[in-house]
Every structure is written in C-alpha cells, then in structure tokens.
C-alpha cells in the first residue's frame, strides 16, 4: 500500500494542473518527474502563492487553446511564460496570450514546465515533447495538431524557447521572443534566470556557455522575431539585438522590435502602450515566412542526451 501512495502523491501535481480551467479546450499531461526523461529534483508540493504564479512545478502540462475555426490558419504555437525559472507567470504571459492567439486562427498551447532546479534538461525536454505533440508526432493532441509548429517565450520563458530553437532535439518552425534571456547571464537580471538553471553549476563557464542560446545559433535555428524595451531594468535589451545578429549572420530571417518604454514583463497586458502594435507585427511576420524545408527541424538525432550539457 505504501508505494501506491507514494505514487499518487508524485502524480498529484499533475492531475492538479489538468483539473484547472482557464477557458482551455483541453488540458494534455505530458509527463512528472518519475515519468519524464530526467527530473528536477524538486520534492516539494507544487503550490500556486499568487493566482497563476506556479512554483515547485514536477509535472509538465500543456493548457491548449483551439484556433477558431473561422479563420484557422493551420499553424500552431507553444508559449512558454516567464518567471526567472523560480516560478511560472502562467496568465498574462501564458493564458492571456494564447486566448490571443486562438482568435487570430492560431492554436495556443500555453507550456506549464517543470522547473530547472540546478537541471537544465528538464525544462527543454518538456519543451519538445509539448513540439512532438503538437505535431501529432506524439499522442494527446488529436484534432488540434499542426503542421506548422512554432515556440514563443517570455524572459525566462524565452530563454527556454531560445534554447530548444537552438540546442534542442527537436526545433520549433518559427521562434518568437519577448524580452529573451539569451546571453550567458553575468548581468544581474540574467544572473537569476542562470542561478536557478544550473544551480551548483553555474559559476562553471563550460556549464554556462553549454546553454547560452546565443552561443549556439546555426544555419538551422528557425526563424525569430523578438521584442524588448529599450529600457528594461531586468534583461537587458542586448539579449535580443544579439541574437538577432546571429540569426543574421547565418542568413536566417528574423525581424527585431524594440520599444522606447515599456521596462519588463509587459507580455499581453492592457498597460503596455505597444500591445496593438506586437500583436499586428506578430502576425504580419507570421504571414511573410516561406514554407519550412522538408526535414529542417531537427539538429540532432531524436532522443540525444542533452543531460550532459
């Protein structure tokens, strides 16, 4: 009886986050951390301080959001909210956006992602399982599957979408980026988002530069388009410009905006003066990139180990 409960109380998480409703079509489990490739370590309940601020999260979820049919655009998108990877900012840089989303056509899969906890691979592995999904390459998403699948994050959140855009084993068709942490975090506020990933590892420079998204760009990181204030406090608006130069340089496309105001963690909020304008640059670019090329999406071999990193 007692490694019955033991089970039930590692799955409690998880039928927690499927049993939430924010106007999601569905909710699809992905794993928890006795399921899942690698943990995180975490051994504490998972808990909800603040409404939609998630913290010691084990399980992986995706809250998915049907494109509205009358004008279903075929396309797919996985958002992975912010946090500082202590926590995730689940509604007006997840629930919010892909509600967005769905109503331009575009189905919204809103990522509740294990966090790292000193174990970088957790969250990027939860990433591409919600990729594969959507993809309908594996099972939960039947009737909502695209494809064309693209990532969008937010701060930490972009670091995650960065980083499965450039080290993952399998890649997103498009990346969008909304003040990205992508440089290797010695300024204070990248500093937070690197502590909490690599935990003990992260005064090591091979450790750090092995999940600097920045640092890994190639002629096969997808596309991006990626936004940031001019004047945010947080992550600096360096991340983005640098990372746009590298998809540059590899003749990848890839578009930049940057605000004069705003500071950080503006997402989808009403207050940032730049909503209508993200919104309408979004999905002009959306419609100005060429068809993928066949067999363009994976860098590596599916499976590849990246525990190691």
Same mark, same amino acid.
């Given at each position: 009886?007692?490694? &019955?409960?033991?089970?039930?109380?590692?799955?409690?998480?998880?039928?927690?986050?499927? !049993?939430?409703?924010? @106007?999601?079509?569905?909710? %699809?489990? &992905?794993?928890?951390?006795?399921?899942?490739?690698?943990?995180?370590?975490?051994?504490?309940?998972?808990?909800? #301080?603040?409404?939609?601020?998630?913290?010691?999260?084990?399980?992986? !979820?995706?809250?998915? =959001?049907? !494109?509205? *049919?009358? /004008?279903?655009?075929?396309?797919?998108?996985? %958002?992975?909210?912010?946090?500082?990877?202590?926590?995730?900012?689940?509604?007006?840089?997840? =629930?919010?956006?892909?509600?967005?989303?769905?109503?331009?056509? %575009?189905?919204?899969?809103?990522?509740?992602?294990?966090?790292?906890?000193?174990? *970088?691979? +957790?969250?990027?592995?939860?990433?591409?399982?919600?990729?594969?999904?959507?993809?309908? $390459?594996?099972?939960?998403?039947?009737?909502?599957?695209? !494809?064309?699948?693209?990532?969008?994050?937010?701060?930490?959140?972009?670091?995650?979408?960065?980083?499965?855009?450039?080290?993952?084993? +399998?890649?997103?068709?498009?990346?969008?980026?909304?003040?990205?942490?992508?440089?290797?975090?010695?300024?204070? @506020?990248?500093?937070?988002?690197?502590?909490?990933?690599?935990?003990?590892?992260?005064?090591?420079?091979?450790?750090? $530069?092995?999940?600097?998204?920045?640092? /890994?760009?190639?002629?096969?990181?997808?596309?991006?388009?990626?936004? /940031?204030?001019?004047?945010? #406090? &947080?992550?600096?608006?360096?991340?983005?410009?640098?990372? =746009?130069?590298?998809?540059?340089?590899?003749?990848?496309?890839?578009?930049?905006? &940057?605000?004069?105001?705003?500071?950080?963690?503006?997402?989808?909020?009403?207050?940032?003066?730049?909503?209508?304008?993200?919104?309408?640059? +979004?999905?002009?670019?959306?419609?100005?990139?060429?068809?993928?090329?066949?067999?363009?999406?994976?860098?590596?071999?599916?499976?590849?180990? +990246?525990?190691?990193?």
């Amino acid at each position: 009886m007692k490694p &019955i409960l033991t089970l039930l109380a590692a799955l409690l998480p998880l039928f927690a986050a499927t !049993a939430q409703n924010h @106007g999601e079509t569905t909710v %699809i489990p &992905i794993w928890d951390n006795s399921t899942a490739p690698h943990s995180n370590g975490i051994t504490a309940a998972e808990s909800e #301080p603040e409404p939609c601020r998630l913290e010691n999260t084990t399980g992986a !979820a995706l809250h998915l =959001y049907a !494109a509205d *049919p009358a /004008h279903d655009t075929g396309m797919a998108v996985v %958002i992975c909210p912010g946090g500082g990877y202590m926590r995730l900012c689940m509604d007006y840089e997840g =629930y919010d956006v892909a509600r967005w989303f769905a109503a331009q056509g %575009i189905t919204a899969a809103v990522l509740k992602y294990r966090l790292p906890n000193g174990h *970088p691979e +957790v969250p990027l592995e939860d990433a591409e399982q919600a990729l594969r999904i959507l993809r309908g $390459e594996a099972p939960g998403a039947d009737g909502h599957t695209a !494809a064309r699948v693209g990532i969008a994050g937010f701060s930490a959140g972009g670091h995650l979408a960065a980083a499965v855009s450039t080290l993952g084993a +399998v890649r997103p068709d498009f990346t969008l980026l909304f003040y990205p942490v992508t440089a290797d975090g010695t300024l204070s @506020g990248c500093r937070i988002t690197f502590d909490r990933l690599l935990g003990d590892r992260e005064g090591d420079p091979a450790a750090v $530069e092995a999940w600097t998204p920045l640092r /890994h760009i190639t002629p096969k990181t997808p596309p991006a388009l990626l936004f /940031h204030s001019d004047d945010d #406090p &947080i992550v600096p608006p360096t991340n983005s410009t640098a990372y =746009y130069e590298g998809l540059k340089r590899c003749g990848t496309p890839a578009a930049l905006h &940057i605000y004069p105001a705003g500071g950080h963690g503006w997402g989808i909020l009403d207050a940032f003066r730049f909503r209508d304008d993200w919104q309408r640059t +979004v999905l002009d670019w959306l419609g100005s990139l060429p068809a993928p090329a066949a067999g363009n999406m994976a860098a590596e071999t599916p499976g590849t180990d +990246v525990s190691a990193r």
